[in-house]
């Protein structure tokens, strides 16, 4: 078994053995707990990966603020102090002396380094979160990296930045959302487009093609399975797959039930009203009604070997009755209220 303990040297160590470089340019993906135990905590990694760079390199973290609840009906509020969701290292590295963060209102980086500045700049501007004038393409073409600490590549969040590029119609909410951005120098609303929740994706099944193209390479570091991805070339890869096949990332036979389950249950009790872009694959069904959701024609995964075709769920509220057929994206509203109305509001046929 691998080390329980590990240091900011040791884990220095292994981010050159794998192809990290001085200089370099490196959005952090992690799992702090995946190490084991890291003498020093987040502290002690941000530390190895400046050390690893050093003064002419830069790193950078993903500290998403986004939320299912996002939609023109509840525009998303955002500051730079607003807690991000993606875990220890980015929390610790956004506030630290030196550090700066992007205003984009649902998926802002915080970035230390010599290029943190240039990287950051305008994100707020951008017409889709990660795409054109994102930090996250500005890196891919700088010639950067994407290294995941612990975590697979379903927490690639520059896959949807191939996605933007692409086009794909599954991944962006139909309509632009106002969204606040509140700063010490004052508020101001930008109208942009935002994700959609509904679409379960199949990011991690890419592993083994990125490595056979020599994109990714993999190691170890105490406990952690780590991986190291070569930006630009991941980004461009991608982006002309999905060009050919524009479910290339998607879980084709597969519903999102979390994000259904959850939508609905937001706005039964809290009298929300929430959106969802939601994909139901070719031959499958899922039909809503009373406190019941039916699924059929599926592939669901989560009983170990063993794949479910159909299932019924029970719901905490009561729902009117509705139908979502297969092979198409539905364009939904979710609203509160004593029952909960499920409007599709425009369907997309795949």
């Known amino acids: 078994m691998a080390r329980y303990e590990v240091t900011w040297r040791e884990i220095a160590e292994g981010l ?56 023109p009906e509840n525009p998303p509020v955002f500051s730079p102090d607003k807690p991000c969701w993606t875990g220890r290292i ?42 054109e004038g994102s930090p996250y393409v500005k890196l891919a073409r700088g010639g950067g990296y994407i290294l995941f600490l612990g975590v697979t590549l379903e927490s690639n969040t520059t896959f949807h930045a191939a996605e933007e590029l692409a086009q794909v119609r599954y991944h962006l909410q139909l309509e632009p959302v106002r969204c606040r951005i509140a700063t010490p120098e004052g508020e101001r609303t930008v109208e942009c487009m935002i994700h959609a929740y509904g679409t ?31 930006a630009g070339e991941m980004l461009d890869y991608t982006v002309k797959l999905l060009r050919g096949d524009e479910l ?23 009298g929300a009203t929430l959106r969802l872009l939601y994909y139901v694959p070719e031959g499958a069904r ?13 592939e669901l995964r989560g009983l170990g070997p063993y ?11 009561s729902v009117e009755p509705i139908v ?3 092979g198409a994206l539905h364009w939904i ?9 499920v409007e599709v509001l425009e369907t997309v046929e795949l």
């Open 333 to 341: 509203r979710i609203s509160g209220g004593k029952r909960v109305r």
């Open 248 to 270: 290339a990332l998607v879980r084709r036979r597969s519903v999102d039930l979390w994000s259904l389950t959850e939508a609905i249950r937001i706005a039964g009790s809290e």
């Open 200 to 230: 379960p994706r199949a990011f991690a099944d890419l592993e083994d093609e990125l490595e056979r193209e020599g994109i990714l390479a993999r190691g170890r570091i105490g406990r952690a399975t780590v991986r190291l991805v070569r």
């Open 307 to 317: 794949v479910v075709e159909s299932l019924t769920l029970r719901l905490d509220a």
């Open 16 to 71: 050159r053995e794998l192809g990290l470089e001085r200089g370099s340019t490196v959005l952090v993906h992690s799992s702090l707990s995946s190490f084991g135990y890291v003498v020093g905590g987040a502290e002690a990694v941000i530390k190895a990966l400046v050390e690893v760079v050093g003064e002419e390199g830069t790193v950078v973290v993903p500290t998403l603020t986004g939320s299912i609840r996002d939609c």
């Open 90 to 131: 980015p929390e610790t590295l956004r506030r630290m002396p030196g550090a700066v963060r992007s205003l984009h209102p649902t998926h802002s980086v915080a970035a230390l380094g010599a290029g943190a500045e240039d990287l950051v700049r305008g994100h707020e501007r951008c017409w889709t979160p990660c795409g």
């Open 286 to 298: 899922v039909e809503v009604g009373g406190n019941r959701i039916r699924v059929s024609g599926v």
């Open 324 to 326: 979502l057929e297969g």
